[in-house]
């Protein structure tokens, strides 16, 4: 029986752009897992099955459900043990943690700055209504003020990028000569805008970029396929 | 027979302050080596065993030279395989090199600016006058204007801490319940600073202070017994 994936999805249905839901659908696939995705909208926070946080990614496997994408990547990993690993041992799991980290207070609110105009371009109304209102509420500013001067911001966020671009001129992937769940955590950032943005995050002779296309390149080209702007 | 590490010294012998060789201390104490070490001056390239690069952590393991400390730490990782992991594997090894980069990119340099000065204190005069030269070559001004207004940058640095924060604030180590190489090498960057300097990186309340505790207890004290600022 396939896992059902409650995955984060914009008007169009095809158009899937959380960055923890591909965590998820990396890791899945990583796994060797069948899985059906079910697209989901912000507003639809009643349709999850319990328990859940009002957010996806959630899973349905075997009727367990498991949400919260860090907690489902370790009920991966314990419920398939012999399938390939996402961390390995405890070391590749703490470890993972710090580039999760990093990932979420470098990369995401330096991309949510690009990006949120877009987001709320590609949404269905009442979602556009709810993403609009708590979003600016976050920001303190209408999202049009807050893209505004993006080009301007994109030099500094290249500037953050060293750490793992660094790593990655010498390394085909962040966890070596293969990916795992370390490499989907930081490419479901560079997913989440590609899915909604023609926004350009990277310089095209970025090793960054180079890994980019590797991890898109993975699973028969499972998150290439997936539409991307204007895609 | 015990290891030989050439390691850089201040004026006084006893005052070790590189934060290179300061991961090479730690991984050889968490291998259950022996290690002699040769306090070892800026000035001193010649003095050095061949081959290296004029720079330290250089270790003779039974008239293997080896240098640089990364390729030290996979040295002892695969000459004693037997003795705790400094990696555990290849994902381990790989997010290290992550850790690595985070910790050169984002902490030295901060560091650096804060403490230059100190260090130059600290050194004896033949390599006083070499470090100010090669230092203010590199910043392009004089030490004292280095440091001048450390104070106003500290908030800025420990904000560049948060990825490291968050990840200390779950679990003990870097590496997990216990420590491995990324924590030595985090590490060597604060007992940098503390070895020469009485400017405080971290606020006492900061869970990477509490790490810090953690660093200096390991290996019956090893680098609290090491010469502080003033000690």
Redesign the interface.
């Known amino acids: 029986m396939s896992i059902t994936l409650y995955d984060l999805a914009g008007a169009e249905a095809g158009r899937r752009f959380s960055p923890f839901c591909w965590r998820t659908r990396m890791a899945l696939a990583h796994k060797e897992l069948e899985v059906e995705t079910v697209p989901w909208r912000f507003t639809e926070k009643h349709s999850l099955p319990q328990p859940n946080e009002g957010r996806v990614p959630v899973i349905v496997d075997d009727g367990e459900v498991v949400h919260d994408s860090s907690t489902i990547a370790d009920y991966l990993e314990s419920r398939y043990p012999d399938r390939p690993?996402l961390?390995?041992?405890?070391?590749?799991?703490?470890?993972?943690?710090?580039?999760q980290?990093?990932t979420e207070?470098?990369l995401h609110p330096g991309i949510i700055g690009f990006v949120v105009l877009d987001i709320h371009r590609h949404i269905g109304p009442a979602d556009q209504a709810y993403f609009r209102r708590s979003r600016e509420e976050r920001f303190g500013k209408p999202l049009e003020e807050v893209v505004k001067d993006r080009e301007a911001r994109l030099p500094a966020f290249r500037e953050n990028l060293?750490?793992?671009r660094?790593?990655l001129e010498?390394?085909n992937?962040?966890?070596?000569?293969s990916p795992?769940y370390?490499d989907y955590i930081v490419f479901g950032a560079f997913q989440w805008a590609r899915a909604i943005s023609d926004f350009e995050l990277l310089a095209p002779d970025d090793p960054v970029a180079a890994w980019r296309e590797r991890m898109l390149d993975l699973f028969g080209g499972l998150a290439r396929k997936s539409p991307a702007y204007g895609g």
Do not use: C, E, S
């Open positions: 690993a961390f390995r041992n405890d070391i590749g799991r703490a470890l993972t943690r710090f580039v980290n990093w207070i470098v060293i750490p793992l660094r790593t010498r390394q992937f962040l966890a070596g000569t795992a370390a």
